[in-house]
């Protein structure tokens, strides 16, 4: 694995030196960052340090058009969704980056995803470590990191007045070909002073669950009262599903007249009333403790017993984010609490 330096002053100069591709970064907008596309690198205002935002809408958009349709009086002319261009995506989070690899065996499995796909080939990730992790975060309990490249093509690590630039795959390193005039080598001392803060960080880290076996134990509580009283609080928001970076669940709908329209995917979350609603009427999930505990289950018993990964990659925002503070280490440790009774 190569490893290069950048000093933070040359920050701007060497996103402009990534050549003519479309760059997403963490941006401040209106008191909130979001991973927005940068068309002026000097004047936007990219935030590094703020672990709120997801990028998962880069790769699996909130609203993304399959195709399009016209009424040209002769017949109707369809039209495919445009083509992803090469995109960067600087400044991801080692935990979501480890979410695209959670969902990539999501859309390819069985029927291959071609959007899906067509966006992951063009993309390069470029993360950025995680220094001051949040009371939230919990990435160890799921195998993650605060510097793990899983999923990454380059992860920058803040070491005082540089970045440690680590170099992980080809594309990567086809990426920084032409910012060779900001990369420094790095020296072992900087190499060390990486491990080190890392290992601070890991330090910092407080939240932790016991997952051991939990695909397993999840379905012996399927039928026990402690769905009722951990839901109690919920309001069906949906917060959660909407911010998690592993969270796929879509729909999808026609708009439009007879004589144009377009065919659109769009998230949907399990946390509604609407999304298992059958057309007789009967909903499976009738009340809000069936759908927390649905929930639960896809991510720790139904995802990892289909795709091989656990749907949660420790980063807490359906934590932090809750209105109402539903935890997701509380339910998972209340399920072996009531296991072990």
Avoid at 68 to 88: I, L, M
Avoid at 120 to 140: D, H, K, M, Q, Y
Avoid at 306 to 329: A, F
Wanted: aromatic residues 8%; charged residues 30%.
């Amino acid at each position: 694995m190569d490893t290069v330096i950048l000093h933070k002053e040359n920050l701007n100069e060497f996103l402009k030196s990534l050549g003519d591709i479309r760059l997403v970064a963490p941006v401040a907008e209106n008191g909130k960052t979001r991973f927005e596309v940068v068309e002026d690198v000097d004047k936007a205002v990219i935030v590094l340090d703020d672990y709120t935002a997801s990028p998962k809408k880069v790769m699996f958009p909130q609203t993304e058009t399959l195709f399009s349709f016209k009424n040209s009086g002769a017949g109707f002319d369809t039209a495919a969704g445009t083509h992803p261009p090469v995109t960067v995506v600087f400044g991801i989070r080692p935990c979501d980056a480890k979410a695209f690899t959670v969902l990539d065996p999501l859309f390819s499995q069985d029927k291959e995803d071609p959007y899906y796909k067509e966006k992951r080939e063009s993309t390069i990730l470029v993360g950025n470590a995680c220094t001051e992790p949040t009371n939230r975060c919990f990435c160890p309990s799921v195998g993650g990191s605060p510097g793990s490249t899983e999923g990454l093509d380059v992860l920058l690590t803040d070491i005082g007045d540089e970045y440690h630039v680590e170099i992980v795959t080809d594309k990567g390193k086809e990426l920084l070909k032409g910012s060779e005039t900001v990369l420094l080598d790095a020296p072992k001392d900087k190499r060390k002073a990486k491990e080190e803060v890392v290992g601070r960080s890991l330090a910092k880290i407080r939240r932790q669950v016991d997952l051991k076996m939990m695909h397993e134990i999840l379905p012996g509580v399927f039928e026990h009262d402690m769905w009722k009283e951990m839901a109690e609080k919920c309001i069906g928001c949906g917060i959660c599903t909407y911010n998690c970076p592993t969270c796929h669940c879509f729909d999808i709908q026609d708009e439009g007249s007879t004589a144009t329209g377009r065919r659109i995917r769009v998230w949907d979350a399990c946390m509604y009333p609407e999304f298992t609603l059958h057309a007789s009427g009967e909903n499976p999930r009738p009340d809000r403790s069936a759908r927390l505990r649905n929930r639960m289950m896809h991510k720790f018993t139904y995802y990892p017993t289909n795709m091989g990964h656990i749907g949660c990659v420790g980063c807490g925002r359906c934590i932090e984010l809750c209105p109402v503070n539903i935890d997701l280490i509380e339910i998972l440790t209340r399920v072996r609490e009531v296991i072990n009774e």
